[in-house]
């Protein structure tokens, strides 16, 4: 059965602290995303990553780094969390013709206070 | 114009009546077609994918494609209360390429 684990299911940060969600996947999947997910605002693309050490910037990449350097892990960094952060994070991977099959992780509520 | 549009609901039907759900999309470009389900507090699940136009059947889940009227459809058999969720559809010009989201569709099955 396909898995993609995310490293907390709650979160509780401080502004200004530096945030690290993990994401594991165990597919063998060249693909891997971030998204944040917020009420009336659906899904949006921060950052995905086609293979190792290789990253591309999605539509909201501002205050978030990722880092690939293994294939079978991403983390999403936000080098200093602010309020705006507060979200739901969600990893995704895919085969890499594949993209539009993905496979979700069960996301990380993330709380900036 | 939104590239990809969808009622956020929340619909709510009785237990086992026939559910539609729809999205409508500008971009004529789109030719791969999916619709995932998130239950509450977890990550959204693919259900269905659809190339091009057309209808595809699993179980009680038909995903119905209307290329020329830019507009696609889930349609939920015998609808039950463990397919009360959030519907998103999402779709994609090129299997290689970036996927464009719904914002989803509350979904309440009524017991």
């Known amino acids: 059965d396909v898995k993609v684990t995310q490293s907390s299911r709650y979160l509780v940060k401080r502004t200004g602290e530096k945030v690290f969600l993990e994401c594991v996947q165990d597919m063998d999947h060249e693909n891997m995303f971030w998204y944040r997910q917020d009420p009336g605002l659906g899904l949006r693309l921060i950052y995905f990553s086609y293979d190792v050490k290789m990253k591309e910037k999605g539509d909201i990449p501002e205050g978030y780094s990722v880092s690939r350097e293994k294939k079978e892990r991403f983390s999403l960094i936000l080098e200093s969390a602010s309020t705006n952060q507060t979200s739901m994070y969600l990893c995704?991977?895919?085969?890499?013709?594949?993209?539009?099959?993905?496979?979700f992780g069960p996301g990380t509520r993330l709380l900036v206070l | 114009q939104k590239e990809v549009e969808q009622d956020p609901g929340p619909l709510s039907v009785p237990e086992g009546a026939i559910v539609s759900l729809n999205c409508t999309y500008s971009n004529s470009a789109f030719q791969y077609f999916m619709w995932y389900r998130q239950y509450s507090r977890k990550g959204p699940e693919l259900l269905m994918y659809t190339y091009s136009s057309g209808n595809k059947e699993d179980g009680r889940f038909t995903a119905q494609v209307d290329k020329s009227s830019k507009y696609i459809s889930l349609f939920i058999r015998d609808s039950q209360p463990s397919d009360s969720a959030t519907y998103l559809c999402a779709m994609s010009p090129r299997r290689d390429d970036k996927i464009i989201f719904g914002k989803g569709t509350r979904l309440h099955i009524l017991p």
């Open positions: 995704a991977s895919s085969l890499l013709q594949g993209r539009e099959t993905q496979y």
